[in-house]
């Protein structure tokens, strides 16, 4: 059984709201376990913000990967209250580990200042960090097995979710003299690498604005799709996903920000949660 004390889950509502808010859209007995997740999910992406050098995060995520191997064996895991509620979620939903490892391994990347290769290595990369989450949730939230259209509703939601999460960090991104645009996208938007480190160019470049313009372009693309998807989904799973529908309204406001590097402030809790009301009623993100 997933053990959480008040404290956690008030962690959670304050470290990933949305996905938090989310959550109360599930059964009782899946609510917990989504929230364990969340914790977890939240421990592996915050490790590139906390170090300074790349070998310091690898050494951290290493520490969570012991985690999950502990929790594969039955072993008594780490002391530490995620570990031993991921432990309770994982041993009580049969959730498979090769996907809280791909979770890892994609965390991994976010330690690479360089941009990705091309867009379908920052899909795949998405697919990892952010789908591998909602796949996990779905069974948690009684999905038996995950069929095709869970797949790819995954797949499409992590797409909305990622992107929108990379479009509003922005800032941090470039604090850490890093960038996720793919290299193609990259040169077009007008960044550059100085020294093998990249540079962006300045919030007002138009080429940059046409950069996230395309973004909000892929998001509303992966929506309709994640839609097409959830026709064949069980209410009941939906909670996993659900907050997607938050993401192209947020995605859009960067893109349409006067400085597009300041994070912008979400929306108010009462329109988030009329948002999520009607997502639920219409299962649509």
């Given at each position: ?68 191997d502990q929790i594969a064996t039955g072993a008594p895991v780490k002391r530490h209250p ?204």
């Amino acid at each position: 059984m997933t053990t959480l004390t008040s404290a956690m889950i008030d962690d959670a509502a304050r470290l990933d709201p949305d996905r938090t808010l989310a959550t109360s859209f599930a059964r009782h007995e899946a609510r917990y376990g989504l929230i364990s997740l969340i914790l977890f999910n939240h421990e592996i992406a915050r490790v590139a913000d906390l170090v300074s050098e790349p070998g310091i995060g690898l050494i951290r995520l290493h520490w969570w990967r012991e985690v999950v191997d502990q929790i594969a064996t039955g072993a008594p895991v780490k002391r530490h209250p995620v570990a031993e509620a991921l432990a309770g979620t994982v041993r009580q939903h049969g959730l498979p580990i090769r996907l809280l490892d791909g979770m890892i391994n994609a965390r991994e990347r976010d330690l690479d200042a360089l941009p990705f290769a091309s867009d379908t290595a920052l899909g795949a990369w998405l697919d990892g960090a952010f789908g591998h989450l909602i796949r996990l949730s779905f069974l948690v939230c009684g999905a038996g097995t995950l069929t095709s259209a869970h797949e790819a509703a995954a797949g499409h939601a992590a797409a909305m979710i990622g992107r929108t999460v990379l479009l509003a960090s922005l800032g941090a991104w470039r604090s850490r003299n890093a960038c996720w645009l793919p290299m193609d996208q990259h040169q077009a938007a007008g960044a550059r690498l100085v020294d093998g480190a990249p540079v962006w160019p300045d919030g007002n470049d138009p080429r940059l604005r046409a950069a996230l313009q395309s973004q909000t372009t892929l998001i509303a693309t992966h929506r309709k799709a994640a839609n097409r998807a959830l026709t064949s989904i069980d209410a009941d799973h939906t909670p996993a996903l659900i907050h997607a529908t938050l993401a192209p309204g947020l995605a859009r406001k960067v893109a349409r920000a006067g400085d597009p590097f300041v994070t912008p402030d979400p929306a108010p809790l009462l329109a988030r949660q009329l948002k999520l009301v009607t997502a639920t009623a219409l299962k649509r993100v």
